[in-house]
T-cell receptor, first 113, second 116 residues
């Protein structure tokens, strides 16, 4: 039962353009959502998060949007840079259970110079 | 990722052998989490430990897997009688306090177990 889904295994974007990564979830108990970035042979690194009481959170080039009614969130990266090439994981948790994150399967983002 | 140390980074075991994966949390962190990533899948929660206590092991397979976090020394994830399906990347993470929704968790670089 995949409660967090990233339906696009890979995405290629031209440098300087916007990268949009999508994530859907099925468990309505989730109320905190996170994006992690992962390079090969390394552990995930926290990127940005959003609480269910918000619909948008912005941090520099990264913006996460949450649509609770659609159970959908997206990560926007603009402008995209070559160093953004990595696997991006969407994750979700229930409040006060931050230690138990449920991850999606990841989207491999490739930025084309 | 800085600070959470995992070893070995790569481990090869024959079927039926034991695998021991170690995790030293970041300095000052007393909460440790283990996650497993099977090929082509996302990370899946296995266990959450504090010093000398298992807090939540709901993600651990019922048999052959155990974890500990002693008062002194690293956290150990132990897999007995390994099978090919145990081949995966095992990630340890740590936090100062019980993690508040994940953004205070720091992951290590992972241990890749291959069972032949």
């Amino acid at each position: 039962d995949q409660q967090v889904k990233q339906n696009s295994p890979s995405l290629s974007v031209q440098e300087g353009r916007i990268s949009i990564l999508n994530c859907d979830y099925t468990n309505s108990m989730f109320d905190y959502f996170l994006w992690y970035k992962k390079y090969p042979a390394e552990g995930p690194t926290f990127l940005i998060s959003i609480s269910s009481i918000k619909d948008k959170n912005e941090d520099g080039r990264f913006t996460v949007f949450l649509n609770k009614s659609a159970k959908h969130l997206s990560l926007h990266i603009v402008p995209s840079q070559p160093g953004d090439s990595a696997v991006y994981f969407c994750a979700a948790s229930v409040a006060l259970r931050g230690e138990k994150l449920t991850f999606g399967t990841g989207t491999r983002l490739t930025i084309i110079p | 990722n800085a600070g959470v140390m995992q070893n070995p980074r790569h481990l090869v075991r024959r079927r039926g052998q034991e695998a021991r994966l170690r995790c030293s949390p970041m300095k000052g962190h007393s909460h440790v989490y283990w996650y497993r990533q099977l090929p082509e899948e996302g990370l899946k929660f296995m266990v959450y430990l504090q010093k000398e206590n298992i807090i939540d092991e709901s993600g651990m397979p019922k048999e052959r897997f155990s974890a500990e976090f002693p008062k002194e020394g690293p956290s150990i994830l132990r897999i007995q009688q390994v099978v090919r399906g145990d081949s995966a990347a095992y990630f340890c993470a740590s936090s100062t306090y019980p993690a508040e929704a994940g953004n205070t968790i720091y992951f290590g670089e992972g241990s890749w177990l291959t069972v032949v």
